[in-house]
T-cell receptor, first 114, second 112 residues
Framework: EAQVTQNPRYLITVTGKKLTVTCSQNMNHEYMSWYRQDPGLGLRQIYYSMNVEVTDKGDVPEGYKVSRKEKRNFPLILESPSPNQTSLYFC?????????????FGQGTRLTVV | GESVGLHLPTLSVQEGDNSIINCAYSNSASDYFIWYKQESGKGPQFIIDIRSNMDKRQGQRVTVLLNKTVKHLSLQIAATQPGDSAVYFCAEKRGSARQLTFGSGTQLTVLP
């Protein structure tokens, strides 16, 4: 089954404690991205990756890092989380061969930073 | 500034009626549009897409209409069912841009 898998689904952490949210896709997609979803603001892109070792900032990259060492994985790293990063996070992947294609989303990670 | 927005944040319809969810966009360079459905506790799911060289596209119980003159996109759901209750997002891709830009969403509630 084609899917994007995120872990964990829920996470409560304290300010300043580094965390990583993992994302893996099994569709051999080249393009992967991270979004955060906040009430009234919709989905905003944090970072995206066009391929292995190629990453770029989205609309709201501050406070986040990503890496793309393998095609299937695209972890999101919060080096020093702050309460304003409390949000619902989604990883997505797309087939780069045709950029006019839909993105497949993971189930989401609800992060609370206290 | 550029935006992808929705006319109404909430929409309630009777079961069996047709639903129309609207979306406005401001960038003339946008050439690809997608509608997503997001159920509570889940990630967005693709419903239907349309390219800017088309005015209309139909799927199973859904139709997307694109009016490039007024930069307006709509999603029509026929014979709305309780399972259609969700938040619906439109998203656009702007020309050579690699990103999808999402609107803020419309909450559709189907009344019994």
């Amino acid at each position: 089954e084609a899917q994007v898998t995120q872990n964990p689904r829920y996470l409560i952490t304290v300010t300043g404690k580094k965390l990583t949210v993992t994302c893996s896709q099994n569709m051999n997609h080249e393009y992967m991205s991270w979004y955060r979803q906040d009430p009234g603001l919709g989905l905003r892109q944090i970072y995206y990756s066009m391929n292995v070792e190629v990453t770029d900032k989205g609309d709201v990259p501050e406070g986040y890092k990503v890496s793309r060492k393998e095609k299937r994985n695209f972890p999101l790293i919060l080096e020093s989380p702050s309460p304003n990063q409390t949000s619902l996070y989604f990883c997505a992947s797309r087939d780069r061969d045709s950029m006019n294609t839909e993105a497949f989303f993971g189930q989401g990670t609800r992060l609370t930073v206290v | 500034g550029e935006s992808v927005g929705l006319h109404l944040p909430t929409l309630s319809v009777q079961e069996g009626d047709n639903s129309i969810i609207n979306c406005a966009y401001s960038n003339s360079a946008s050439d690809y549009f997608i509608w997503y459905k997001q159920e509570s506790g889940k990630g967005p799911q693709f419903i239907i897409d349309i390219r800017s060289n088309m005015d209309k596209r139909q799927g199973q119980r859904v139709t997307v209409l694109l009016n490039k003159t007024v930069k307006h996109l709509s999603l029509q759901i026929a014979a709305t069912q309780p399972g259609d209750s969700a938040v619906y997002f439109c998203a656009e891709k702007r020309g050579s841009a690699r990103q999808l830009t999402f609107g803020s969403g419309t909450q559709l509630t189907v009344l019994p």
